[in-house]
């Protein structure tokens, strides 16, 4: 059975604070993603990962940045959490070629 | 960049009824996905169409590449099928999904 897992379902952290997501799948696939959700915007990319070391800005990266340093983990970088950034989190992978994106499920981060 | 539209945002309906949700974009697509969310997050994959038709048990999906439209059908419904239904395109190569803003289908007894 596929399997993505984040590191946290709830997270709170204080404005100015490094904040560290990580993801994990254990499906042996190349390509990562890391989309956030917001009431009334829907779910839109932040970056995504072809395979390890190579990463890929999505369409809203601002304040964000990535680190695949192996083929199963990928990771989401707050370097300086505010507060626009409380929002829910979701990583996803999918085999290179492949169609099916296999979700994780979710971190929801509140920045007080 | 692809613009993806659903319809309608909220959808309250009986138990049995016909359901109908439906998804335009602006731009060619290499493929377009049907998702549904749970209450508490969890995504999971219905259907990825590039033509036609598909079925899988109570749930049809459709396309019309010509038209640049997807319809979501789900038969005889049930209140376990209350969910937000998401409509996500893609364009090919590695790129990460657009998706729509979601269809939040509740079903009443």
């Known amino acids: 059975d596929v399997k993505v897992t984040q590191s946290s379902r709830y997270l709170v952290k204080r404005t100015g604070e490094k904040v560290f997501l990580e993801c994990v799948q254990d499906?042996?696939?190349?390509?990562m993603f890391w989309y956030r959700q917001d009431p009334g915007l829907g779910l839109r990319l932040i970056y995504f990962?072809?395979?390890?070391?190579?990463?890929e800005k999505g369409d809203i990266p601002e304040g964000y940045s990535v680190s695949r340093e192996k083929k199963e983990r990928f990771s989401l970088i707050l370097e300086s959490a505010s507060t626009n950034q409380t929002s829910m989190y979701l990583c996803?992978?999918?085999?290179?070629?492949?169609?099916?994106?296999?979700f994780g499920p979710g971190t929801r981060l509140l920045v007080l | 960049k692809n613009e993806v539209e659903q319809s309608p945002q909220n959808l309250t309906a009986q138990e049995g009824e016909f359901i109908t949700i439906n998804c335009s974009y602006s731009?060619?697509?290499?493929?377009l996905h049907w998702l549904q969310q749970h209450p508490g997050g969890g995504i999971v994959s219905l259907f990825m169409?590039?033509?036609g038709k598909k079925k899988h048990g109570r749930l049809i999906a459709t396309i019309n590449i010509q038209e640049k439209h997807s319809s979501l059908h789900i038969t005889a419904s049930h209140p376990r099928d209350s969910a937000v239904y998401i409509c996500?395109?893609?364009?090919?190569?590695?790129?990460?999904?657009?998706f729509g803003k979601g269809t939040h289908l509740i079903i009443q007894p």
């Open positions: 169409l590039s033509s």
């Open positions: 996500a395109v893609r364009h090919g190569g590695a790129d990460g999904l657009t």
């Open positions: 996803a992978s999918r085999r290179s070629g492949g169609e099916t994106q296999y």
């Open positions: 731009v060619g697509i290499s493929a």
């Open positions: 499906m042996d696939h190349e390509n």
């Open positions: 990962s072809y395979d390890v070391k190579m990463k």
